[in-house]
T-cell receptor
Framework: NAGVTQTPKFQVLKTGQSMTLQCAQD?????MYWYRQDPGMGLRLIYY???????DKGEVPNGYNVSRLNKREFSLRLESAAPSQTSVYFC????????????FGSGTRLTVV | AQSVTQPDIHITVSEGASLELRCNYS??????LFWYVQSPGQGLQLLLK??????LVQGIKGFEAEFKRSQSSFNLRKPSVHWSDAAEYFC?????????FGKGTMLLVSP
C-alpha cells in the first residue's frame, strides 16, 4: 500500500543508548517531517526536510539529528537517549506547499528507561 | 510563527447529537487549514482541508468545517455523532513549509 512506513513500531532504550528511527515514503513527495507526540501537547515538529539535500530544525530539535538519505527516506537519530525523549514519533511527507495535507506513518512508540 | 488553539481538551457528546469542535489559528497570510483524527494507538487521518474558495468545506465521515477569517477560526462540525467517532481531533495550520498542530480535543461519545 502506498504511504509512509516507519520502523520500528516499538522500542525500549536505556538512558545513553543511541538508535535511529527509519522512515520511507513511496508517494514521490518532496518534503518529509519528524514529529513527536506527547499527552496533552499535540504533535510538535522536530526536524523537516523541504527537499532532498536539505534539512531544517523545527520546534523541538535538541537531542536529535536527521538525515535525508534520498527522496524516499528520512531518518531520525537519537545519539544519547534521555527519559525526556520517551514519546511517540511520527514521520510524515507532503508535496511542496503542503496544500494537500501531510500523510503520516503509523508511529514509533519509544520508551527510554 | 503560526499557532493553533483548541480550547476544549475533552468534549462528551451523546450518540446522535450534533458536534462542534473549536479551533482558532494565528498566521500572517491566508492559511492552509486542516483537521486530522487519531484513533487510540493509530496514526493521523486527514478529515478535511481548506486552502481557498468556499469557506464551508466537506470532508470524510460526514464532517464539515467552516473557515471564518474575521474570527480566525476553523471549527469542525458533524450533524449526528456515531460511537465510532470517539477519537482525538487535531486542528492544524500550514505555513512557512511546516504544519503546526493544536493540542487536540478528545471526543467521548456517550450512549
Amino acid at each position: 500500500n502506498a504511504g509512509v512506513t516507519q520502523t520500528p513500531k516499538f522500542q525500549v532504550l536505556k538512558t545513553g543508548q543511541s538508535m535511529t528511527l527509519q522512515c520511507a515514503q513511496d508517494m514521490n513527495h518532496n518534503s518529509m517531517y519528524w514529529y513527536r507526540q506527547d499527552p496533552g501537547m499535540g504533535l510538535r515538529l522536530i526536524y523537516y526536510s523541504a527537499s532532498e539535500g536539505t534539512t531544517d530544525k523545527g520546534e523541538v530539535p535538541n537531542g536529535y539529528n536527521v538525515s535525508r538519505l534520498n527522496k524516499r527516506e528520512f531518518s531520525l537519530r537519537l545519539e544519547s537517549a534521555a527519559p525526556s525523549q520517551t514519546s511517540v514519533y511520527f514521520c510524515a511527507s507532503s508535496e511542496a506547499g503542503g496544500e494537500d495535507g501531510y500523510t503520516f506513518g503509523s508511529g514509533t512508540r519509544l520508551t527510554v528507561v | 510563527a503560526q499557532s493553533v488553539t483548541q480550547p476544549d481538551i475533552h468534549i462528551t457528546v451523546s450518540e446522535g447529537a450534533s458536534l462542534e469542535l473549536r479551533c482558532n489559528y494565528s498566521y500572517g497570510a491566508t492559511p492552509y487549514l486542516f483537521w486530522y483524527v487519531q484513533s487510540p494507538g493509530q496514526g493521523l487521518q486527514l478529515l478535511l482541508k481548506y486552502f481557498s474558495g468556499d469557506t464551508l468545506v466537506q470532508g470524510i465521515k460526514g464532517f464539515e468545517a467552516e473557515f471564518k477569517r474575521s474570527q480566525s477560526s476553523f471549527n469542525l462540525r458533524k450533524p449526528s455523532v456515531h460511537w465510532s467517532d470517539a477519537a482525538e481531533y487535531f486542528c492544524a495550520v500550514e505555513g512557512y513549509s511546516t504544519l503546526t498542530f493544536g493540542k487536540g480535543t478528545m471526543l467521548l461519545v456517550s450512549p
